[in-house]
DNA sequence: TAATATACCTAGCGCTTGCTTGGTTTCAGA
DNA sequence: TCTGAAACCAAGCAAGCGCTAGGTATATTA
C-alpha cells in the first residue's frame, strides 16, 4: 500500500484552501496565506503537500467526488424520469451552495488551473459525473420532458446551473431547493412533480 | 476636452491583451509576455497605461460597449417577441465566439479581477445589457414563450450562454447560429421562427 | 531647419512569490 | 523512560513580478 490515509492536518488544510480558493482565486492564494489561515508557517505547507499546485489538486479531487456521490444517491432514490431530473439538478446545486460548497465550486472555477497532468488523473471522475447528467437528460428527452440536442441540453443546463456560482446567495433571497423548482420549470417549462 | 483618442498603439495593445488575458488569464499575462507579442519591451508599455489594470479596464470596456452596441442593433431589426429572443440570444453568442470574441469573454471571465473603482464605473453599462435582456425576456414570458420567474431566466439563460465560453469552439461541430438555435430551442421548446 | 512632443529602449529597483534547508519540538510505541 | 519518526519553525534563496528613471530615437510642426 503506498497510499498513505491523509492525516488530520492535511484534510484541514485542504478545506481551508477550499475557502481561499473560491474566496480569492488559486492564485491570489499565496502559501502564506493559507499557511497563516492554518496557525502554521509557510514552510511546513510542504511537509503535506510537495507544491502548491498538489493542494489544489486535492481540492478539486474532494470536490469532484463529493458531488459524484451525492449525484449517485440521489439518483439511487429516485425512479420516475421527472423525479431523477429534478433529483441530479437539486444535487448539483446542493454541493455547489450547500456544506461543504468550497470544494465542488474551485473544481469548476479553477480547473483551469491544474496542469496537464493533473487534468488527466482527475478527468475520469468528471466524464463519470457527466455520464450520470447525460443519461438522466437522454431518459428526459425521451419522454418528452426536455427539448432539444441531449448533448447541447447537457452543456446548457449544466452551464446555467454552475453559473450560480457567480451570482447566487443560498437563503438570501432564495433557498436552494426554490433555485432548483425554478431551474427545473424554466427547462421543463412544468412545476416539479410533488413527492 | 480631457478626454484623448486612444492611439493606434493603444488599440493594438487592448486587442492583444485580450487574446492574451483570454488564453492564459489576467493574473498569467505578464507585461513582459504582452509587450513581446506586440514587438515592445516591457517598460514601454507605461507609456500607454498607467499600470497593468487600466489595460485589463480597456479589454473590458471594449467588450462592454461592443456587446452592447451589437444587442441594441438587433433588437431594433427584429419586432416580434420570437424573433427578438432569438435575436437577443445570436447577438450575444456572436459577440462572445465570434471575430474580436476575445473582449466580450474577458469582460465576463475576467470581472472579478478588477478593482472595486474600476467595477463601479463599469457596471452601468453591464446594468444596462442587462436591462436589455430583462425587458425581452419579460416579454417572452408574457407571451407565453418562456416559463417560469423572468428575473431568473435571465440568470439561468444568460448563465448557459455565458458558459459556453468553457466548451464551444465556433465552425468545429457547429455553427455560431446553430448553437443559438438549440438554445432557444431548450429554453422556449419551439424552433426557431423562419424569417 | 530648429524646436518640441511623442514613442520607445536600457537597465534595474524593490517586492513578493513558491519553495528549500537545517535544525527543533512533539508524541506515539517499545 | 527512551527512541525514532512525524510535524513544525526560522531563515532565507532564486526567480519572477509590476513598475520606474533617465536617456535616445522618431515624427510633427513652426
Redesign the pocket.
Known sequence: MTITKP?L?RKELVSVAARLFKENSFDR????LL?SAT??????L???F????EILFAVIEDGLQRSLETIQQELKNNTGIEERLFAIIYGHLRTLHGQEKNAHTVSITEWKSLSEESKKKLIKIRDDYEAYWQQVIDEAVDAGILKGNPQLLRLFILGSLNWTVQWFQAEKKLSIKQLADESYLSFTHQAVPAK
Chains 1, 2 share one sequence.
Not at 492564494?29 to 502564506?32: F, L, P, Q
Open positions: 492525516s492536518r492564494t499565496t502559501v502564506r499557511a496557525g502554521l508557517k509557510s514552510g511546513s510542504f511537509h503535506h510537495k507544491d502548491k499546485e
